[in-house]
């Protein structure tokens, strides 16, 4: 039977609602968002073949509050998608599974941290 | 069970370019949003792209991203238990997808490093 991937995603976090099921969730959700957005970063800069103009153009675009917003959504995407990567490959490759539930927390208040900081850099 | 030609590599490859693109991603995001002033204008690319340690270092993520993007779509395609002739055709796509996104990619750098 096949369904839709937000929906299978969230009645697993349902039924399984715990620090490795969450990570889980927003480990997928942003990988999803970041691969869309790779295309169209590279669609973006792809201006640069029409020369320098059209290339600033298609920057300065993006240059106001919304555009400020979603480059802000892409870096919290990122910042989390990192963190948690980092804790996937502690427990898969250097034994550390038994913190994993540890890590979470821990990166989840490096993940704030970063996050409030970067709203002033942002905005 | 079907016969595994690749085996653990794309698994091992995964956290390769994860790794690296822990690394890589924080450089890009520290040179292009923590110590630049907006907007980004071709100068200030062409200011950082005129070094080749820059080009080299865009090439690499450029790669890792692709990879570690698409073999990530493909990790969620095999959640869902995809027949034979379909993980065939996803597997061909994805690696067509990739290869020509790398080389649209190079090619979006050339005019910075000229």
Redesign the interface.
């Known amino acids: 039977m096949?369904k839709n991937?937000i929906s299978v995603l969230l009645r697993e976090l349902k039924l399984n609602f715990n620090p490795g099921m969450i990570s889980f969730f927003f480990h997928?959700i942003t990988?999803?968002g970041?691969?869309i957005y790779?295309?169209l970063h590279?669609w973006t800069?792809?201006a640069?073949?029409k020369?320098?103009d059209a290339?600033?153009h298609s920057?300065?675009k993006w240059?106001n509050t919304l555009g400020h917003f979603f480059?802000y959504l892409i870096?919290i995407a990122?910042l989390y998608h990192?963190l948690n990567?980092?804790r996937?490959?502690a427990a898969?490759?250097f034994k550390l599974t038994l913190f994993h539930k540890k890590m979470f927390w821990a990166f989840g208040i490096i993940f704030i941290v970063f996050a409030v900081y970067s709203i002033k850099?942002?905005f | 069970m079907e016969k595994r030609i690749v085996g653990v590599w794309p698994w091992f490859a995964q956290?390769l370019t994860?790794?690296f693109?822990?690394v890589g991603?924080?450089i890009h995001?520290i040179v292009l949003?923590?110590t630049i002033e907006?907007?980004?204008?071709?100068?200030k690319v062409i200011l950082r792209l005129s070094s080749p340690g820059w080009v080299i270092f865009d090439i690499l993520l450029l790669g890792a991203?692709?990879y570690h993007?698409?073999n990530?779509?493909w990790s969620?395609m095999t959640d869902?238990n995809m027949g034979k002739k379909a993980r065939k055709i996803w597997g061909w796509l994805l690696s067509i997808i990739g290869i020509a996104?790398f080389f649209?990619?190079i090619?979006?750098l050339i005019?910075?490093s000229k």
């Open positions: 096949k991937i997928r990988g999803i970041i691969v790779i295309f590279l800069l792809s640069v073949v020369g320098r290339f600033n920057i300065v240059d480059e870096m990122v990192l990567g980092i996937i490959i898969d490759l850099v942002f | 956290r994860a790794a693109l822990v991603m924080v995001f949003h923590y907006r907007p980004i204008t071709f100068e991203v692709i993007a698409l990530g779509v969620i869902w996104s649209i990619g090619y979006i005019p910075f």
